[in-house]
T-cell receptor, first 111, second 111 residues
Framework: DQQVKQNSPSLSVQEGRISILNCDYTNSMFDYFLWYKKYPAEGPTFLISISSIKDKNEDGRFTVFLNKSAKHLSLHIVPSQPGDSAVYFCAATSTGNQFYFGTGTSLTVIP | DTGVSQDPRHKITKRGQNVTFRCDPISEHNRLYWYRQTLGQGPEFLTYFQNEAQLEKSRLLSDRFSAERPKGSFSTLEIQRTEQGDSAMYLC?????????FGPGTRLTVT
């Protein structure tokens, strides 16, 4: 069963605009959420995380929002840059022993 | 430290053969994870070690798969009697607490 879902396989955004990537989860026990970026032929790279006690976390151009009642999180990238073009995965865990990943969203930032 | 390393980066094997992959985590990390990723999917959890103890193992992991982490440092993942369905990218990640740092992966092709 897919406990973490990314329903948009791809997203295209103009350079300088905002990119919004979405993620939904089904397990209410998840209490820690992460976003990873992946370039071809490389392993995923950690971007930003959020604990369930917060509803927002910022790191530079990246902000993650968590809506626990809707079991939804989103990653905002502002402003988007061509180097942000990659596949983005969200992940969640309740114990830190096992992480569940979504299927990814491929972001293309158009110069 | 140069990050998580994996060896080999690519492996081609014939169906029925055994293969072994190695992961060297970031030295101060006590947690180590193995994942499998196929095309269009996110990383799928296989197993988790804390130091040398294997604490979690996916129900999806067949008896042909075994992992070890002797002395709590590097880890090996062995697949016995490989099948074509085992063809995938095998990712290793390590963490201290919180986010995981991934290696570049080992791409396995079973012919």
């Amino acid at each position: 069963d897919q406990q973490v879902k990314q329903n948009s396989p791809s997203l295209s955004v103009q350079e300088g605009r905002i990119s919004i990537l979405n993620c939904d989860y089904t397990n209410s026990m998840f209490d820690y959420f992460l976003w990873y970026k992946k370039y071809p032929a490389e392993g995923p790279t950690f971007l930003i995380s959020i604990s369930s006690i917060k509803d927002k976390n910022e790191d530079g151009r990246f902000t993650v929002f968590l809506n626990k009642s809707a079991k939804h999180l989103s990653l905002h990238i502002v402003p988007s840059q061509p180097g942000d073009s990659a596949v983005y995965f969200c992940a969640a865990t309740s114990t830190g022993n096992q992480f569940y990943f979504g299927t990814g969203t491929s972001l293309t930032v158009i110069p | 430290d140069t990050g998580v390393s994996q060896d080999p980066r690519h492996k081609i094997t014939k169906r029925g053969q055994n293969v072994t992959f190695r992961c060297d985590p970031i030295s101060e990390h006590n947690r180590l994870y193995w994942y499998r990723q196929t095309l269009g999917q996110g990383p799928e959890f296989l197993t988790y070690f804390q130091n040398e103890a294997q604490l979690e193992k996916s129900r999806l992991l067949s008896d042909r798969f075994s992992a070890e982490r002797p002395k709590g440092s590097f880890s090996t993942l062995e697949i016995q009697r490989t099948e074509q369905g085992d063809s995938a990218m095998y990712l290793c990640a390590s963490s201290g607490a919180g986010e995981q740092y991934f290696g570049p992966g080992t791409r396995l092709t079973v012919t």
